[in-house]
């Protein structure tokens, strides 16, 4: 028995959505062993995937982009509908808990950007000077590696304090 017109065109197949979404089909499979998408399976065992799939592939890159683990983007996931796009507001709460991470991340690399000239570029390797190489100085009271990097200044209190 044929599909309707119709149903061939809300569905599509494991290479129309990599090519819509530009992810491996590989990749593609392993979401969906992961559950983070689903395929309805037709007799001969292909799968088909609704129209939907393409924002929620679109919402795995895209959280990828900001940090979260695939176990975190299908914790997100499951809060929303299966096998539908996040709606306005789902896509406003998510956005929301994000903020926080969006700028987390801003802080590291601007900390980052400051630290390519001065600390990761200057080629002196001084072990009288390094953040990173010197674990005898003040920075190393307050913990293991490049402390000022991580954003503490030599004011912080020093652990056992």
């Known amino acids: 028995m044929s599909s309707s017109p119709a149903r061939r065109l809300t569905l599509l197949t494991i290479g129309q959505l990599a090519a819509r979404t530009g992810v491996a089909t ?20 292909h799968r088909r995937y609704p129209r939907a799939t393409t924002r929620r592939v679109a919402f795995i890159l895209f959280a990828q982009q900001l940090g979260l683990t695939l176990d975190e983007i299908g914790a997100e996931l499951a809060s929303l509908p299966d096998n539908r796009a996040p709606d ?9 808990s994000w903020n926080r991470r ?3 991340r801003i802080a590291e690399l601007e900390r980052l950007r400051g630290s390519l000239a001065d600390c990761i570029g200057c080629g002196c390797l001084s072990l009288a000077r390094c953040h990173i190489l010197n ?10 590696g490049p402390r000022w990097w991580m954003g503490d200044t030599p004011d912080a209190p020093r652990r056992g304090t």
């Open 102 to 104: 969006i700028d987390q």
């Open 26 to 45: 590989s990749a593609l499979r392993y979401y969906e062993s992961l559950q983070l998408i689903g395929a309805i399976r037709t007799e001969s065992g």
């Open 135 to 144: 674990p005898g100085d003040r920075a190393a009271s307050l913990g293991p």
């Open 88 to 96: 306005p507001a789902h896509w406003q709460r998510l956005s929301r």
